[in-house]
């Protein structure tokens, strides 16, 4: 099993440079030439990166969580997902680009610096905890794809006012269109993010007799939470929408990033275990 994930490992980049390249061919040139075939080939990556992390998982005997490499490939793949569902739930395929290159840049890092660990401390050999990670990943995934959408926005808006009317004019969807893009993308982000901290506060107490709930890393998943809670239940309730509702989601994925790199890096965390 271990060639196999080895060889799946050095593969992954290629996939994703691949599908990356017939969106932005598909992106560049406009109609309708690979608009079902760049859908398959997002498709067959995933199913080949799903393969990866089951077969590392179940080598290893830990869920894919042990270190900053393992959970890029998880980001990667997580931020490719939540995109494949917006594509299909919206049929919206003009923007896989600007998502996609994300990915790659996860991915290649991890390829480059994933390690084989088989010594683990026995809370990561957990599935509950990987579920865990993986719905915070996919969560983070949601917000970070509704932030693309929110420049995306904003660029089109900027080239609109200014009158120029060149290939991102002609190739993006409309203001409207990367408004909802960027609305359900929050959606999965708040979706996920709520299962997260659910699992956390019904079984983390029980694996973590230390925690605390002014734990750096609670609070600034909380705080992300309610900013998108706030601006979601505004936008249900017809008060936000447009540029205003885009800033709102780009502040919170600046939040979410500066959270995360906070409480990484400066701040001590009961999550700081690997």
């Not at 969106?23 to 309708?32: E, M, S, V």
């Not at 088989?118 to 957990?126: A, D, H, I, Q």
């Not at 706030?230 to 800033?247: D, E, Q």
Request: with cysteine; aromatic share 16%; charged share 10%.
């Amino acid at each position: 099993m271990l060639p196999s994930i080895h060889t799946i490992n050095i593969l992954l980049p290629f996939f994703y440079i691949s599908t990356f390249a017939i969106y932005f061919y598909d992106f560049q040139q406009g109609g309708k030439k690979f608009e079902n075939s760049k859908r398959v080939f997002l498709f067959i990556t995933l199913i080949f990166h799903f393969i990866y992390l089951l077969l590392r998982t179940i080598e290893f005997n830990h869920p894919p969580i042990t270190n900053v490499f393992e959970i890029f490939t998880v980001l990667a793949c997580a931020i490719s997902f939540s995109y494949f569902i917006l594509e299909l739930v919206t049929d919206i395929r003009g923007t896989g680009p600007f998502i996609i290159i994300i990915s790659i840049i996860f991915q290649v890092i991890s390829t480059l610096f994933i390690q084989d660990l088989t010594e683990v401390k026995e809370v990561l050999r957990n599935n509950l905890l990987g579920i865990h990670v993986i719905s915070a990943l996919i969560g983070y995934s949601g917000i970070t794809i509704s932030a693309v959408y929110g420049v995306l926005y904003l660029i089109l808006y900027n080239e609109i006012k200014l009158n120029k009317f060149g290939l991102i004019f002609n190739r993006l969807p409309s203001l409207e269109i990367l408004e909802r893009m960027s609305f359900i993308a929050a959606i999965i982000g708040f979706v996920f993010l709520t299962i997260t901290i659910i699992i956390g506060i019904i079984w983390l107490p029980q694996a973590f007799p230390n925690i605390t709930f002014l734990d750096p890393k609670l609070i600034g998943t909380f705080a992300v939470w309610i900013l998108y809670g706030i601006g979601l239940i505004n936008k249900f309730m017809g008060k936000w929408r447009g540029k205003k509702l885009i800033i709102l989601s780009i502040i919170g994925f600046c939040l979410a990033i500066l959270s995360t790199m906070l409480t990484n890096f400066l701040a001590k965390s009961f999550h700081s275990f690997y």
